[in-house]
């Protein structure tokens, strides 16, 4: 096959143009730490990856060492991304406290690619719609109907597991869970009758939400201008092509099958004063007596399905893996769990939760953006202060006071009898909670849920199965923007239980 030879002047422009680009990437790489941050910044530092490369070895102890050498405030550079992490359960409660006109929680979305990602209208009014649901009929009805998780639980781990025609040897665990935890919650939300319709979902939007969060972890150090062609349009495609699946299958859904979303989403408020055109186009203003209301098409139902999922699945699937997985690693606990749930005591599993939250949080999250124009003031020890300007990301770091060890002795050690917070012996001059889930006025509003998920499925799948390691358990991975997961996939192979 011949070859297309480039001609001098064309290999002089190419070449101009590579070296034009990386100048001003350079530049717009200092720029970002041109920012005046009076707080001291991590090292080992490098241009243009700054921290990255020794965050990455072991980001839960890069970040305890740095705390614990610079103090519990520090300016972290993720090749480019210049974060303050917050690293003290103290300073972070002025961090979660924060209204959204000081520290916004959504600023940070748009910025990052969720617009695209998620969808402008799931990601301007989903927060708020999704709050009012489950604070105002889900939660009331599972006060009514306490089996109901574990139902609908029960139901999607048969339809996974014991209702397939061919299972596998042994079965990847992590995956396993989340496709158990991803049917359970389309029973619950949507309808039990939606896998029906749309027998492919799963798999295609499991595809979908790695690409996604792939394409963010790779667009928050880039310029927009380069990561919305390359990453952040190529999801936003995809999420479109499901979208408009989910919708199709909605219209040959009968109503009287709604889950609890289905029901009453129609019916939540929205955030009528975004103006952009896309949640015009995903709203209608349908007649109701003698006034009108908003009411999402079933092209916006779609969409905000697909951003529930986003947020109610993934971390309550790998808290649920994870529990097992250290269960797994421990025959004699997870047979005292198992008797103990055999007559009705839930109290060692809560334990097990409780200890895998605290142990697998995130290393960093809660990612705010400073918005006044003066900046915001953080109150440290001993009086100082430190001014954050407008536009400074600020993020909690969960790991550090979990795996504390003044309050958690042995803190890599997996031990759900040790004192954790809420025994009455905690110590009670440690201002110190578990922040899986966040907290202050952004605290996910769907905690409850995602604990009584984690426990249903536990239950299910301690009573009803039997689990056996098939290779050696992985280490903890910390590498995602997620509870931490394992280093290689956790075989197991699994058997109904007598």
């Known amino acids: 096959m011949s070859r297309v030879a480039l001609s001098s002047p064309s290999r002089i422009a190419l070449a101009a143009a590579a070296a034009g680009l990386s100048v001003w990437m350079v530049i717009l790489y200092f720029r970002k730490r041109a920012r005046a941050l009076n707080v001291p910044r991590a090292s080992p530092w490098i241009p243009l990856l700054g921290n990255a490369l020794a965050y990455a070895k072991n980001p839960p102890k890069f970040l305890a060492e740095t705390a614990h050498k610079l103090g519990p405030v520090f300016e972290l550079d993720l090749a480019g991304l210049v974060t303050v992490a917050v690293c003290s359960p103290e300073l972070a409660r002025q961090v979660e406290f924060a209204s959204e006109s000081v520290m916004s929680s959504r600023a940070p979305l748009e910025v990052f690619g969720f617009l695209e990602g998620l969808g402008t209208f799931s990601t301007h009014s989903g927060a708020l719609t999704h709050k009012y649901v489950v604070k105002n009929f889900l939660y009331p009805l599972l006060d009514q109907q306490s089996e109901l998780v574990d139902r609908e639980a029960f139901q999607a ?50 595809t979908f939400q790695d690409q996604l969060e792939e394409s963010i972890g790779l667009s928050v150090s880039l310029p927009r201008w380069i990561a919305k062609p390359m990453f952040l349009l190529p999801v936003q495609r995809r999420r479109e092509q499901l979208e408009a699946r ?197 605290r996910c509003p769907g905690e409850r849920l995602a604990r009584a998920i984690m426990a249903a499925m536990c239950r299910v799948l301690l009573t009803k199965y039997t689990f056996e390691l098939a290779a050696p358990l992985p280490p903890l991975d910390f590498s995602r923007a997620t509870l931490a997961q394992r280093a290689g996939p956790v075989l197991v192979k699994v058997g109904p239980r007598g």
Not at 160 to 189: G, K, Y
Not at 307 to 314: E, I, M, Q, R, Y
Request: proline content about 9%; hydrophobic content about 45%.
């Open 157 to 206: 781990t048969c339809e996974e597991i014991s209702d397939r025609p061919n299972i596998p040897t042994a079965l990847d665990l992590f995956p396993t869970i989340r496709r158990i935890v991803i049917r359970a919650t389309l029973r619950l939300f949507v309808s039990p009758l939606f896998m029906n319709e749309y027998p492919s979902f799963i798999e295609e939007y499991m």
């Open 246 to 442: 989910v919708a199709d299958a909605l219209t040959r859904l009968h109503p009287a099958g709604a889950g609890v979303w289905l029901q009453h989403f129609p019916t939540a408020p929205f955030d009528e004063a975004c103006t952009c055109q896309e949640c015009k186009s995903y709203l209608e203003r349908t007649p109701e007596s003698a006034e009108s209301a908003t009411r999402p098409t079933t092209a916006g139902l779609a969409q905000m399905i697909v951003g529930l999922l986003s947020a109610a699945h993934k971390n309550a699937a790998i808290a649920t893996a994870q529990t097992l997985s250290f269960l797994l690693g421990n025959a004699e606990l997870r047979e005292k769990v198992t008797r103990a749930l055999a007559v009705g005591d839930q109290a060692p599993l809560n334990r097990c939760i409780e200890e895998t939250l605290r142990l697998c949080a995130h290393s960093i999250g809660a990612m705010r953006q400073v918005m006044p124009v003066a900046g915001v003031d953080l109150l440290l020890p001993g009086a100082r202060v430190a001014h954050l300007p407008q536009g400074t990301f600020v993020a909690i770091s969960h790991s550090t006071p979990h795996q504390d060890p003044s309050l958690f002795p042995e803190p890599l050690l997996f031990n759900p009898d040790r004192l954790l917070p809420g025994d009455a012996a905690f110590p009670s001059s440690a201002l110190m909670t578990l922040t899986t889930f966040s907290g202050g006025v952004h």
